[in-house]
């Protein structure tokens, strides 16, 4: 960081191929170029980084500062990156932009806990986000109102297909990120009266399915810089029924949602060798169908 506040920029390296401007050691994550992989996945909770260590098969760099935890290593070939976030849009853009200044086109998969808001939903399950509903004020510095919080196709489709291949029981839709834990979703405590005390009732009626805090951030930001970014988070909270995970079963039911993390990540990765060897741009259909090819 230079002392005017602005990220600096470093120097080149040849990233898959392309010279890339890379920025230095940066600010927050403690990170410079070569630490962290082309393909990240986000949590919120540093815990859920360090106990999601062990799903690499090799684990190369660790590094924390503050609440930003990070280990980039290997799985199955594949270079990955599980970092934490904290909790809040604010954190998770201060990570995605640092992130972006010393990677080349990265992909994030973020790995969170929600609470449902429709009452069908069980504690455990999880939610792959299609869109999210942008009630953060964060992304508003980077686009306007009306712009779309929308998941990367790719990623969604990795993430579904990492959660059918490993039994997992998940939903599919909308996901409304909010600014807070309490007030911005609707949570009621005693003293502190809400001004809006339907916003949980009223996103569940228009087909809402969770609440989370980043995701709607994540997708903006991503798709302001032509990046591709998806969310899977495991149910903790069941809001109409006013149920809460026990204590003893909130690492059980993160590990599932972390495996589908890790898995997403590695199909994408044979996704994009699949889209490589037929020249295609984006994923489609065809390179896997075999009926009615023209
Ligand atoms: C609130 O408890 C936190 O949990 C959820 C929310 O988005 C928020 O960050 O996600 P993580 O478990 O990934 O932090
Ligand atoms: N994370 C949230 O943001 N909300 C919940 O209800 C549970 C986890």
Not at 149 to 160: F, G, P, R, S
Not at 187 to 212: C, H, K, S, T, Y
Not at 217 to 222: D, I, R, T
Not at 264 to 278: G, I, N, Q, R, Y
């Amino acid at each position: 960081m230079a002392a005017n506040g602005k990220l600096r920029r470093g120097f080149c390296l040849l990233v898959r191929g392309k010279v890339v401007l890379m920025g230095e050691r940066q600010y927050h994550l403690a990170l410079g170029p070569g630490e962290l992989a082309e393909t990240v996945l986000l949590v919120g909770d540093p815990g859920r980084a360090e106990r999601g260590a062990d799903l690499f098969d090799e684990v190369r760099l660790e590094r924390r500062q503050r609440e930003f935890v990070t280990f980039t290593g290997t799985k199955e070939g594949r270079e990955l990156s599980l970092l934490a976030t904290g909790i809040g849009p604010d954190n998770l853009e201060i990570a995605l932009l640092e992130a972006c200044q010393i990677t080349s086109s990265p992909t994030f998969i973020r790995v969170g806990t929600c609470g449902a808001l429709q009452p069908e939903m069980e504690l455990g399950d999880l939610v792959v986000t299609t869109g999210a509903v942008r009630l953060e004020d964060t992304s508003l510095w980077f686009v306007p109102p009306g712009y779309p919080a929308v998941a990367h196709l790719e990623v969604v489709l990795a993430l579904v297909e990492a959660a059918e291949r490993l039994g997992a029981r998940y939903h599919l839709g909308l996901t409304a990120s909010a600014s807070g834990f309490y007030g911005a979703q609707g949570r009621e405590v005693p003293g502190f009266p809400l001004r809006q005390p339907g916003i949980q009732e009223d996103l569940a009626r228009r087909n809402v399915l969770n609440f989370e805090m980043e995701s709607s951030v994540l997708f903006s930001l991503a798709a302001l810089r032509g990046l591709r970014a998806g969310t899977v988070c495991v149910v903790y909270a069941n809001r109409p029924r006013g149920t809460f995970v026990a204590p003893e079963d909130k690492i059980p039911l993160e590990r599932t949602c972390l495996k589908v993390g890790f898995l997403a990540a590695l199909l994408l990765a044979e996704m994009d060798a699949v889209k490589a060897s037929a020249g295609a741009r984006f994923w489609q259909p065809s390179l896997c169908l075999n009926s009615r090819k023209a």
